[in-house]
């Protein structure tokens, strides 16, 4: 089970009943929600209640108000409605926003999933810090074709090194297979210039790829290097209706172009330093693009944001 599915689960859990106002609640939060918070089991419910509110408002920070609003409801953080049950807290915030209850329960399980999604995030985003790679992207420039008969993407880097480096490392994620397969996601990956694989790593039912690269030479400090990396998607295998670059090391400059060809979108739209969690955010508001002349769309950033997501997305009219 991922990092993600893991606090999802945790914070389903938690949501039920009187949320942060349960009793025994530090024995009711999970470890992850524990360690993310600095609380133990042991420790008196109103430090757990306290840190653990803080905690899923912090990982709430750039959601819109409206879902903020959804957060302190569903989890019993809101002062005034905290002593009441799920289901009547969910009745108030579809008072306060006018919707059903339906809809209430529907937005619950959105933010629960945004505040999982936040968490595996920023988690991510301290590790890579902690760990210092001894590199940063002077730029990152994207080539994703639709037109060939699977999906494939080109992605040439332009790093400079902060110390004495040999080798850098690169992740990629699939989603889910639409199958139970437990072969997981497929992927073809090489090196076209620059460096050579020396190991490729899976993890999270196989759908995240982390690629150990040898580069040919040791660099010092400050030296800029070049490589250029090729993925193919094998037939059968999905990709997500959208391509992001999330830099997990400092990134100067990224460039994101997506070859559609013959088939053109129905909707496209530009995805500009947005946290994990609202990647996929159907309600999201997005500046739009469209194709050019050749069956491209292109999308530039500067100064990106560690743990951000940057890029394209787009949605495909129903067969």
Sequence with gaps: MSLQDELHRELVDLRRRRGLLSASLGRLVGPRLHELSG??????????????????LSLARDLPADLV??????????AEHA??????????LGREQRYELRTARRR????????????????????????????RVRSLEA???????????????????????????V?????????????GADLVIDVLYGARIRSVRRGNGNRH????????????????????????????QRIRDRYVITPLDPCDYGLVRVRFAGREPAALWRIDGLPQGLLDDPDRRHDRLSVDGAGDVVAEFRRLRQGRGYGVGWRFAQP
């Design 108 to 135: 619950s399980e959105q933010v629960t999933e945004l505040l999982a999604a936040a968490a595996e995030a920023d988690w991510a985003t301290r590790l890579a810090g902690d760990l210092d790679s001894g590199w």
């Design 69 to 78: 609003r959804v957060v302190e409801l569903t989890y019993a953080i809101d």
């Design 143 to 169: 080539l994703l074709r639709l037109d060939t008969p699977t999906p494939e993407l080109y992605e040439v880097r332009t790093i400079v090194a902060t110390r004495d480096l040999d080798e850098i490392v």
């Design 209 to 236: 790829f982390e690629v150990r690269l040898a580069l040919p030479e040791t660099l010092s400090a400050d030296r800029n290097h070049k490589l250029c990396m090729h993925f193919r998607v094998a037939p059968g």
């Design 39 to 56: 609380t133990t089991p042991t420790d008196p419910d109103r430090v757990v209640r306290e840190r653990v509110g803080q905690t899923l």
């Design 171 to 183: 992740r990629l994620d699939l989603p889910r297979p639409d199958t139970d397969s437990s072969d």
């Design 83 to 92: 002593y009441a049950d799920l289901t009547t807290r969910q009745a108030q």
